[in-house]
C-alpha cells in the first residue's frame, strides 16, 4: 500500500496531493471547502505539510450520516504536545479527501513501508517534527464506510498495537517524565506476550480492548506530569 501512495506522489505534477480510497465517498462540497482551507493555510502556515480530512463513518448498509460542513475554512492546528497526549500524529487514516503537500511528503521520503500499517500517522509525526504546520479541518470532507478490509484483520490489528507500543515508547523517551510512561508501557507489553495462548476470538477482542486502555492511561500520565 505504503509503495503505491508513494509512486503516486511522484507521478503527480501538482502542489497538492489530494488521497481518496475506494471505501470514501466525498461530499458534494469537497471541492468548496477544500478551496476555504487552502487560502486559510495560504494566510498563516509559511510551510504547509497536510490538512487531515475530517469525515462521518457509515456501515455497508446504512444511511449516509449528515455532514457538518461551513465552508468557512476553518482549521485545527496540531502540535508536538497532541502527540504526546494522544500517542498519534495529525494523520490517521489519509481518507476522504486528505490534503497533502507533494513537496513535503517527497522531502520526508514518503510513507515507509517498515512501519506499517502505521505509516499514515507516523508521517505526519515527523512532519511535525520537520517543523510542517499539520491541520485537520473543521468541515466533514465526506464520508468513510467501515467494513471488511485489510484493517481488521487480526493480524493487522496485532501490528497496528505493536508499532503504536514500539512508537510511544520512543516519543516518551523524549519526554522529561518519561520512566511512569515507560513502565506503562513495559505492563502493556507484559499483558500482550500473556496474552497469546487466548483463543484467536478472544485474543482480537483483547487487542481492541487494551489499544484503547493504553492510551487512556498513557493521555493521564501524561496530564498528572505535564
Request: glycine fraction near 6%.
Amino acid at each position: 500500500v505504503e509503495g503505491n501512495w508513494n509512486r503516486c506522489f511522484k507521478l503527480s505534477r501538482g502542489k497538492y496531493v489530494s488521497m481518496l480510497h475506494d471505501d470514501d465517498i466525498l461530499s458534494p462540497e469537497y471541492m468548496k471547502s477544500v478551496k476555504k482551507c487552502l487560502e486559510t493555510v495560504a494566510k498563516h502556515s509559511k510551510k504547509f505539510g497536510v490538512i487531515q480530512a475530517n469525515f462521518k463513518i457509515f456501515r455497508k448498509n446504512d444511511d449516509l450520516p449528515l455532514l457538518e460542513i461551513n465552508n468557512n475554512g476553518e482549521l485545527i492546528r496540531f502540535c508536538k504536545i497532541h502527540c504526546l497526549l494522544t500517542g498519534k500524529g495529525p494523520v490517521s487514516p489519509p481518507s476522504c479527501g486528505t490534503i497533502f503537500s507533494r513537496l513535503a511528503v517527497i522531502e520526508l521520503g514518503g510513507f515507509n513501508e517498515s512501519y506499517f500499517p502505521c505509516a499514515d500517522y507516523l508521517l505526519g509525526y515527523f512532519m511535525i517534527v520537520r517543523g510542517y504546520d499539520c491541520y485537520i479541518s473543521k468541515d466533514d470532507f465526506g464520508w468513510y464506510r467501515f467494513g471488511i478490509n485489510e484493517s481488521v484483520k487480526p493480524s493487522v490489528i496485532q501490528d497496528t498495537i505493536k508499532c503504536n507500543y514500539y512508537f510511544l515508547r520512543w516519543l516518551y523517551k523524549q519526554s522529561l517524565f518519561n520512566l511512569h510512561l515507560h513502565n506503562c508501557c513495559n505492563l502493556f507489553s507484559s499483558q500482550c506476550r500473556q496474552s497469546h495462548s487466548l483463543p484467536h476470538y478472544k485474543y482480537k477482542a483483547f487487542l481492541l480492548r487494551n489499544l484503547k486502555n493504553f492510551q487512556l492511561v498513557s493521555m493521564f500520565l501524561l496530564q498528572v506530569h505535564i
